[in-house]
């Protein structure tokens, strides 16, 4: 019975319709699974290579006169236990949830920008995974006696535990993707939307800064990289989507 009613025409449709759907979540799925499954495909110690590439991070930071992360942690901490809360939730709960309800939307009432953001995203991501197989960089939190790992110290507990840390790699810090990605939602709230959202681009990746090096998850140059690498990609993405409408309007129809 459900084959022969697959079989009429508004069912096909149906059937024809959610394809798209379910191959836009597959991609993404992949992509993450490549993520898990490629953290350590060209060192055998990697704890050692990435805790050797902190010191180097931090020298650098050193030499260039901005090793300011401690400092920044140890006011935080000084001030008050609730800003230390404060910073750690907005770590973990102002970026997947607001990227992920941001995409939805976009994909439900404007796919053709929900394309040109993913494309942004998936660019930046594959230029990162392959910085995080060459320079696996330890966070900040893992140099005992310099920083403090104020989730692990302060909660939330389920944030901080070992079977969560199955699901990302931790020795993925440069580039901050963290940083990299609420700053292109940034881009996308200023440029789009009322004034509320406009004052949102700005503040998201400047509160994300904050949050990223405070709970000593990244330091500086990681979201000097991270926003190295967005920019390369959007840039990328902005200059194929011209070629696309050049070659369009030369064949004189509409642009993809």
Do not use: C
Not at 16 to 45: C, K, N, Q, W
Request: aromatic fraction near 16%.
């Amino acid at each position: 019975m459900v084959f022969e009613a697959l079989k009429t025409p508004g069912r096909k449709a149906l059937a024809i319709g959610v394809v798209p759907h379910f191959r836009e979540m597959a991609l993404l799925a992949g992509a993450y699974l490549i993520y898990v499954y490629t953290r350590a495909i060209f060192f055998s110690d990697i704890r050692t290579v990435a805790l050797e590439n902190a010191q180097r991070i931090v020298d650098l930071e050193k030499k260039l006169g901005f090793f300011w992360e401690p400092t920044w942690q140890n006011w935080t901490l000084d001030a008050a236990e609730s800003a230390i809360l404060f910073f750690n939730w907005v770590y973990i709960f102002t970026f997947w949830p607001v990227i992920l309800t941001t995409a939805v939307i976009l994909y439900v009432v404007n796919r053709k920008r929900y394309f040109f953001y993913r494309n942004v995203i998936l660019v930046s991501f594959v230029v990162a995974m392959v910085m995080f197989a060459l320079f696996p960089l330890a966070p900040p939190r893992m140099l005992a006696g310099t920083f403090v790992d104020t989730i692990a110290s302060f909660g939330p507990a389920f944030y901080a535990s070992r079977d969560l840390a199955n699901f990302y790699n931790v020795f993925a810090a440069m580039p901050s993707l963290h940083f990299a990605w609420t700053l292109v939602f940034g881009y996308m709230f200023l440029t789009a939307g009322p004034r509320w959202l406009k004052v949102a681009g700005i503040m998201y990746p400047a509160i994300t800064l904050m949050a990223i090096t405070i709970t000593g998850n990244h330091y500086i140059l990681d979201a000097v990289g991270g926003g190295v690498v967005m920019g390369i990609s959007m840039g990328l993405i902005f200059l194929i989507r011209r070629r696309r409408v050049r070659k369009a309007l030369e064949r004189n129809e509409p642009a993809a």
